[in-house]
């Protein structure tokens, strides 16, 4: 987690998601590059094109500032480029988010994006953030922490993660635990299941014993729960062990599925109140 790109449009959610951003870097030593997009509809005359370039170099100039301006105010405020421990840039493009943030991570080696999301209730504008970072989970193969507007200051000391016992589970368990290495964080593995039986019980022991042999040193600890609704077990257990971060694994089969159906996904983005970590799993052929 050395690179970490952060989209911001200047709002009040964005600027949520860039505290989350700086607090990571701070702790991984990491580089943050602030990303600002501009994408303008295409045009069939000459006349409209005319229009629409005056208004492009408008934006990106208007931008430009506002970007300048923030990394100053972050090298003032943290110390970003000095002695804060992390270093500290800006993109400006005229793209779609999703391909920038989809050829930075493939190659420019960004393993984290930093985004804001909100909830439905908001204003249009706040929706189209939240549509944004569904968009990039979708097609960004890379680890994604979606934070909403009204989440607390930035701490992440424990984190929750979902799990279903899977092969996918092992690999991005690596992810978290390297997230939570840089905060010293307590990492609960959380698996929900509608009825209890015997099976997951001999799964779970097994799952357990090879997660703890992959990472001897780090604190975790594995529940099992059973409800009905395995979104909502998830925030119970979470708001009940006051966790900072929930995590889990954004695939096409297998046991959280239901979480990503696309009205569900919508809820955990666009009316998300925790901070949310999505890592992508291999599709199950």
Not at 70 to 95: H, I, M, P, Q, W
Not at 113 to 140: K, P, R, Y
């Amino acid at each position: 987690m050395r690179k970490i790109l952060c989209p911001t449009d200047f709002s009040g959610t964005s600027d949520k998601a860039m505290e989350y951003a700086v607090h990571t870097a701070q702790h991984a030593g990491a580089h943050l590059t602030l990303l600002h997009v501009v994408h303008l509809p295409i045009v069939d005359t000459s006349e409209t094109a005319l229009v629409a370039s005056e208004l492009l170099g408008e934006q990106m100039r208007y931008a430009a500032e506002k970007l300048k301006a923030t990394v100053l105010r972050l090298e003032e405020r943290y110390g970003a480029n000095r002695d804060g421990g992390f270093t500290c840039d800006y993109l400006l493009k005229e793209a779609l988010l999703t391909d920038v943030a989809e050829h930075l991570s493939k190659q420019e080696g960004y393993n984290l994006i930093v985004m804001g999301t909100t909830g439905c209730d908001s204003t249009m504008e706040e929706l189209l953030i939240g549509s944004n970072t569904e968009a990039v989970m979708e097609e960004v193969k890379c680890a994604v922490l979606s934070v909403p507007k009204q989440a607390p200051a930035p701490k992440i000391e424990h984190i929750v993660y979902a799990s279903d016992y899977s092969r996918e589970d092992i690999a991005a368990m690596q992810e978290v635990v390297e997230m939570g290495s840089f905060f010293g964080a307590k990492i609960d593995v959380v698996h929900i299941v509608k009825d209890q039986g015997k099976q997951d019980a001999e799964e779970a022991a097994a799952f357990r014993l090879e997660l703890q042999a992959l990472f001897p040193d780090v604190p975790l600890s594995f529940q099992e729960l059973t409800n009905k609704h395995r979104d909502e077990g998830l925030m119970e257990y979470y708001n009940q062990v006051g966790g900072d971060v929930m995590a889990m694994v954004r695939r096409e089969k297998g046991f959280l599925k239901s979480l990503f159906t696309q009205g569900l996904a919508e809820r955990m983005t666009y009316q998300a109140k925790v901070p949310l970590l999505v890592l992508h799993g291999k599709k199950e052929v």
